[in-house]
């Protein structure tokens, strides 16, 4: 019989593949992410994509299609057939895919032998996160009042006065939450209107692999949150009237924002704060951990805001903030302009 998962359309991702006993062992793995391991849904999409195009090379080289078929050999010319036209870091999303795969097939007895032990992966070279200033943070803070004034665009759907003041309160409250609390984009949209107390300020979140946190929300995130809240009853579905009943966040219809359309929004705000259409909602939570390590907050407690597994991920916002002295120091400090000016 085989293994099903109650989890929407995530093994959607395996429906092309052939039936075989390959797939099946798939199926089994992603009810182990699911149930077990506890990951997110975009989590176990992620790890099925990429073993399914493993299954799919196993098809054309493997006889029978079957996780014992699938030795070193058939694994490295798997990688070697999508290093031709996708990126290093690609590549390494794929051995650890196939890494986790196959530790879970030695624990479960499907295998004796786990072939992923030799199997390398290419060097990252791990750039440093891109942030904000204060400043720019502080215009794109405004940029939902901004846009609410500006002149539509030729073609732009017609939005009344109402409902453009609605999106703008509604906006300010999500930016205000994804700068002050430093959460995910995921997060965000997944709030409920009871996760969130102004009073406390303090916001619930469910964060990777189910596990909950309390972040804390500044004033300016409190007051923009309470502002939103008592027009949010108007946003309902122009014919049946209908709202999510739960959702902290939702769009014109009445329904959950989706990560998509929050990207969507951040990148045009960004495009009309910055001029610069590649701000995406990651960078907020970026800016706001090298700004509160900036002013003085411990490392700790930055990990314990963001929802960090290991302080190594962390710390990375410390390189940031070394990077940024140096270059202030560059261009305030007498002696570097002395500098500049004899190169010059």
């Known amino acids: 019989m085989e293994t099903t998962v109650d989890s929407d359309n995530v093994l959607g991702v395996l429906d092309a593949l052939a039936e075989s006993n390959l797939r099946r062992d798939l199926l089994a793995f992603a009810t182990y992410l699911l149930h077990e391991r506890r990951s997110s849904k975009r989590t176990v999409e ?8 493993l299954a799919e090379y196993a098809q054309k080289y493997c006889e029978p299609v079957a996780i014992e078929s699938v030795t070193l050999a058939v694994l ?64 794109l803070m405004e940029a939902p009042d901004e846009r609410r004034f500006a002149t539509p665009r030729p073609g732009a759907r017609t939005i009344d006065p109402a409902e453009r003041e609605r999106q703008a309160l509604r906006d300010t409250a999500m930016l205000e939450v994804l700068y002050g609390g430093g ?11 009871q996760d969130v107390s102004t009073r406390a300020r303090v916001a619930r979140v469910m964060g990777k692999g189910s596990k909950e946190r309390v972040v804390p929300l ?89 929802g960090h597994a290991s302080l190594r991920t962390t710390e990375r916002y410390t390189h940031v903030s070394v990077e940024r002295v140096m270059k202030i120091y560059d261009e305030a400090h007498p002696l570097s302009g002395r500098v500049k000016k004899a190169k010059d």
């Open 46 to 53: 992620h790890y099925l994509r990429d073993l399914r195009t």
């Open 76 to 139: 490295r010319g798997w990688l070697g057939s999508r290093s031709k036209a996708r990126s290093n870091s690609t590549i390494a999303r794929n051995v650890s895919s196939v890494r986790s795969f196959f530790v879970f097939a030695r624990k479960t007895g499907r295998i004796s032998d786990d072939p992923t032990a030799l199997l390398k992966a290419p060097k990252l070279r791990r750039d440093l996160p891109k942030i904000l200033g204060v400043p720019a943070a502080g215009r």
């Open 183 to 193: 959460i995910r984009v995921g997060e965000l949209v997944g709030l409920n209107l």
């Open 218 to 306: 500044g004033p300016p995130a409190c007051a923009a949150i309470n502002a939103w809240l008592e027009v949010r009853h108007r946003h309902r579905h122009p014919t049946t009237g209908e709202q999510d009943p739960k959702a902290l966040f939702v769009g014109r219809y009445g329904t959950r924002l989706t990560t998509r359309q929050l990207q969507h929004l951040v990148r045009a705000y960004g495009e009309l704060s910055e001029g610069t259409a590649d701000l995406h909602p990651h960078m907020l939570r970026h800016t706001c951990a090298t700004h509160l390590l900036d002013g003085g907050a411990d490392l700790r407690m930055i990990q314990e805001m963001l």
